[in-house]
């Protein structure tokens, strides 16, 4: 795809109707207001990366979408109606896949707990189960724990549970910050491949301006105390991106300068 047809493409998803809106939505804790006022429309099948200096609220605004949080202020919404808990249609894949896993449960054990959630037939669940760890890059891994993996494994197995739950959206919390740079690059071209197949929206949090833009549709980065939007950029790459030519594509260039320049302003 040109860039001009992803220029074309970005034009068409503004168009459309927002799945998820952060309408003037503030949260305040302990006192101290964390965002402010956002205000921000994440289209259906969009790639939303977010950005910003530590503490600008990045993972506040996740929360605040996978129904974690309530605003103090303002709503956010999910298919018209307000975000108040946890939605199933709604899935979280957070840093920290050590905490995120049970370690008394089997890879296949783990990744079944979200077809028990809903409720799923016993009798079908170890074909879906298969099919999962098939699809992350995990055969045959089914009767390892947790401990018995790598970490990229054990976060390729976090996101098979969160893809059991079949969710429309995909909230990913820097899922590979604390990986090596080959198992990252290898999963972030996993992740662009699955969420595109099933047209899974995603806001995607990360401190690595590269990887929000190799990544994203859309990049935006936060200003901190409090979080508010500073600077929203359109991403018209060509796809499928390529972790080689994509990267030293005169455009990608162009954005990582201008988000950095950003961030080294918000950190002065």
Excluded at 50 to 67: D, E, N, P
Excluded at 88 to 104: C, H, S, T
Excluded at 161 to 175: N, V, Y
Aim: glycine letters at 8%; one cysteine or more; a neutral charge.
């Amino acid at each position: 795809m040109s860039v001009l047809a992803s220029l074309d493409e970005a034009r068409a998803w503004r168009r459309q109707k927002p799945l998820i809106a952060f309408d003037g939505a503030t949260l305040r804790l302990g006192g101290k207001t964390i965002i402010e006022k956002l205000h921000l429309e994440v289209r259906p099948g969009e790639f939303l990366c977010i950005v910003g200096a530590s503490g600008c609220g990045k993972t506040t605004a996740l929360r605040l979408a996978a129904g974690l949080y309530r605003p103090s202020e303002g709503a956010v919404i999910f298919e018209g109606e307000p975000i108040t808990e946890p939605r199933r249609e709604v899935a979280i894949v957070f840093q920290d896949y050590g905490k995120a896993l049970l370690p008394w449960r089997t890879a296949s054990g783990n990744v079944s707990l979200a077809l028990e959630a809903g409720r799923v037939p016993a009798r079908e669940r170890a074909a879906r189960v298969e099919a999962l760890l098939r699809k992350v890059g995990l055969p045959d891994q089914g009767s390892k724990y947790p401990s018995e993996m790598s970490g990229g494994m054990q976060q390729r197995l976090q996101i098979a549970r969160c893809l059991a739950q079949e969710p429309t959206t995909l909230l990913m919390d820097e899922p590979f910050g604390a990986l090596d740079a080959m198992t990252r690059q290898a999963l972030q071209d996993e992740v662009l491949s699955l969420t595109q197949a099933s047209k899974t929206t995603v806001i995607f949090v990360t401190h690595d301006l590269d990887e929000a833009i190799y990544l994203g549709d859309r990049v935006i980065g936060l200003l901190p105390h409090p979080g508010r939007i500073g600077i929203e950029l359109d991403v018209t790459l060509p796809r499928p991106r390529d972790q080689l030519a994509t990267r030293e594509h005169p455009e990608f260039l162009r954005l990582r300068r201008q988000l950095f320049d950003f961030i080294k302003a918000t950190e002065a």
